[in-house]
């Protein structure tokens, strides 16, 4: 029995499985013929396909069909660039805000923001979500932002975060958002990089019981800012968890489950620099024109690790991203009116840029804005919440996946999850195991499963699954998007036919794609155009199936993804050799059973420097606040030689078998010194 039990599971794994009659009945995309008559509809004629998207939209002046898509992906050709409806005129907060607003949504919920202790929790509808930002964008012009002005953010996952991205988007300033868990010193970083006037932050928010005292944080980067010779002239404080030193027309948030107040913070209050978001509203008006921008004018930049260290500013412009995430939002998740769509990612990141603010809220829908953790109180706390506001779609990441599976089946089953439809997965390759506990379990074998796969520089997904069209397969992204043409090629660039692996590109734009790096656009055409003449290259690599499916295989290049976020490795081993105890490190990813990827550090001590359990601490705690604490490697191994080639460079390849304890290292006739490698095997510390 048990053996017929577990071939029944193997089968699974490999197996298909189907979208049910009723998901089928109300999807917008119904079929594969379906899907496949819009794909080709995308490509034959963008302009058309786009065109009929746009016309859903408010453009003061609208997209002329000529320069709808203009894009150069060869550097032979001259400058990289990609265009889309170049000349229209219009604003992204308008088209979220008072256009839902005049459709008669303005009494809909926006968001129920559900705080990290249950029972903290509000609404905001889109009314209130447009006057909020129309008095927010006052307050940035009266702080001397102009339409281009960078605007740093740095916050907790409430509803002032949505208003203050909005708020620069309406008056056509650009947001740079710093996810609430880097270090000060990487929010030091990108507020220089980018020059920001203005960081927009809070007193400090709860992550289950653990308290992040952001605002000091936001100090301690204004500090460094200043070391360098800059100065940030305003920071504006929500005062969220309470107390501190403000006026104290706050309570301190309270716990339900303590049952007692959360301990006040005594806030820094700096007069100079520091104003109270609350006393700047109170006098500020809540009607705010919006900025005219051109279509091409940026929105936003987004910081994500580049394999040489240096966090990349990835910048959107304003009408490609609204449409692409706008379109997206309704087909991936199916969304129709009325339902509550709920994602669980971090608006620091640019899951939550694209799923939880602008593609939503361009669909005028309903949505969960969650401030805690999955954990807290208990591993229950996401299926409560889902029961509580009958969530329908809900998007998460393999990562929490694989974190609550270990919780096993009876805390998730406590919940009914009746209301749930659509289950979306983000953010790295889903293992089959994750794939089927979350169909299985989570979805009851009901719901279907999108698998969507993307980057910040896609602006949206890229290649997905589509709810009631693809015939699902464990671990399979699938099939591109509209309008997106990938392609697979070998490492001298020749596309591959039918079955096949090799490196994942691009062959043309879609509008979501992302325009830049900020100051620096050599550097874009460096990292994405130069690798593969003529192609967009993703840094992935990908399988393709004799039925058409993509099978995204993981990075290529020296980017490690850690419970869904990329790291370089080049970022952690410059932390490292900060240390005055190391010579030398190299970073490498080892597997790991629910990051995904873990971090394993190989390190060359001084002369006569003890290697010991303090120096472990504190190595770690070194990369803790260079990056932020999720960046914490998971081992470091004392490693007096590293495997390099006589020319002197790491192999990394060899680094990575030590780290899975793998002895197969294939070819080692470049390394220098052998013996190297089996002091290394020797010599791995344990791990679980
Ligand atoms: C990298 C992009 C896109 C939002 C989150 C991460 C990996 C992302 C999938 C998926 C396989 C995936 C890729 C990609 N990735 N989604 N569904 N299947 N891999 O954004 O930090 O820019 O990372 O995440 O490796 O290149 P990001």
Request: charged fraction near 25%; include cysteine.
């Amino acid at each position: 029995m048990a053996s017929t039990d577990s071939k029944e599971h193997e089968k699974q794994l490999e197996g298909w499985f189907y979208p049910s009659e009723e998901i089928k009945s109300e999807a917008y995309v119904s079929s594969m013929d379906r899907y496949k008559e819009l794909y080709q509809k995308s490509i034959d004629d963008p302009a058309g396909f786009w065109g009929d998207i746009a016309n859903e939209f408010y453009w003061k002046v609208p997209p002329s069909k000529e320069k709808f898509m203009q894009f150069n992906f060869d550097t032979r050709e001259g400058k990289v660039f990609i265009k889309w409806m170049e000349g229209a005129v219009t604003n992204i907060s308008y088209n979220l805000l008072d256009r839902n607003v005049e459709k008669g949504l303005g009494d809909n919920v926006a968001f129920y923001w559900e705080g990290n202790f249950p029972g903290d929790s509000k609404q905001i509808t889109y009314s209130e979500l447009l006057s909020e930002v129309c008095k927010f964008s006052n307050v940035l012009k009266d702080k001397g932002i102009k339409k281009g002005d960078r605007v740093a953010i740095y916050m907790p996952m409430i509803n002032e975060l949505v208003v203050a991205m909005l708020a620069c988007a309406r008056i056509g300033a650009v947001h740079s958002i710093v996810f609430g868990g880097f270090s000060a010193e990487s929010l030091a970083e990108r507020i220089l990089d980018s020059t920001c006037k203005v960081l927009v932050t809070a007193d400090g928010s709860y992550r289950g019981a653990k308290l992040i005292d952001l605002k000091e944080i936001s100090d301690e980067a204004i500090g460094k800012c200043k070391d360098q010779g800059f100065t940030v002239e305003t920071c504006i404080v929500v005062q969220h968890v309470g107390g501190g030193s403000g006026n104290g027309t706050v309570s301190p948030r309270t716990s339900p489950v303590a049952k007692k107040p959360c301990p006040p913070i005594q806030t820094n209050f700096n007069s100079a620099v520091d104003c109270w978001w609350h006393e700047l509203m109170s006098c500020a008006s809540d009607k705010c024109e919006p900025c005219w921008t051109d279509a091409e004018d940026p929105l936003f930049m987004l910081y994500t690790s580049g394999s040489t260290g240096k966090p990349k500013g990835v910048l959107h412009t304003v009408g490609g991203y609204m449409l692409f995430t706008a379109v997206t939002f309704k087909y991936v998740f199916d969304y129709h009116p009325g339902e509550v769509y709920w994602c669980t990612a971090d608006i620091g990141w640019i899951t939550g840029h694209s799923y939880i603010t602008y593609g939503p809220l361009a669909n005028g829908a309903t949505s969960v804005l969650f401030e805690g953790t999955p954990f807290y109180p208990d591993s229950g706390r996401f299926w409560g919440v889902v029961d509580k506001y009958h969530v329908s779609k809900f998007y998460t990441a393999p990562t929490a996946i694989r974190a609550l599976m270990k919780f096993g089946k009876a805390v998730v089953q406590k919940y009914n999850r009746k209301s749930l439809k659509v289950l979306g997965t983000v953010g790295e390759p889903i293992n089959p195991e994750a794939w089927l506990w979350y169909y299985r379990t989570v979805g009851d074998e009901r719901c279907v499963i999108v698998d969507t796969y993307w980057q910040t520089e896609t602006g949206g997904h890229v290649i997905t699954s589509l709810p009631g069209a693809t015939p699902m397969r464990p671990g399979a992204a699938s099939f591109p998007f509209f309008g997106v043409v990938p392609a697979i090629v070998d490492e001298h660039g020749k596309e591959l036919e039918g079955a096949c692996e090799g490196f994942l590109v691009m062959k043309q734009p879609w509008p979501g794609m992302a325009r830049t790096i900020y100051g620096n656009h050599e550097r874009f055409e460096r990292v994405y155009f130069s690798k593969f003449n003529g192609y967009y290259t993703t840094g992935d690599g990908c399988k393709r199936d004799s039925n058409g499916y993509y099978w995204i295989t993981g990075r290529t290049d020296d980017c490690m993804n850690v419970s869904g976020h990329l790291l370089s490795t080049a970022q952690i081993e410059s932390a490292l050799v900060e240390h005055d105890a190391v010579t030398e490190a190299a970073v490498v990813s080892c597997p790991h059973k629910e990051k995904g990827e873990g971090i394993y550090c190989f390190t060359t001590l001084m002369e006569g420097v003890e290697f010991n359990e303090q120096l472990i601490k504190e190595l770690k705690q070194k990369v803790r606040s260079k990056i932020g604490p999720f960046a914490t490697p998971d081992v470091i191994q004392n490693s007096p030689g590293l495997p390099k080639t006589r020319s002197g460079k790491i192999m990394r390849r060899v680094l990575r078998q030590v780290a899975k304890n793998d002895k197969k290292i294939g070819d080692v006739t470049t390394m220098a010194d052998s013996s190297v490698v089996d002091n290394l095997f020797h010599n791995r510390p344990h791990v679980d």
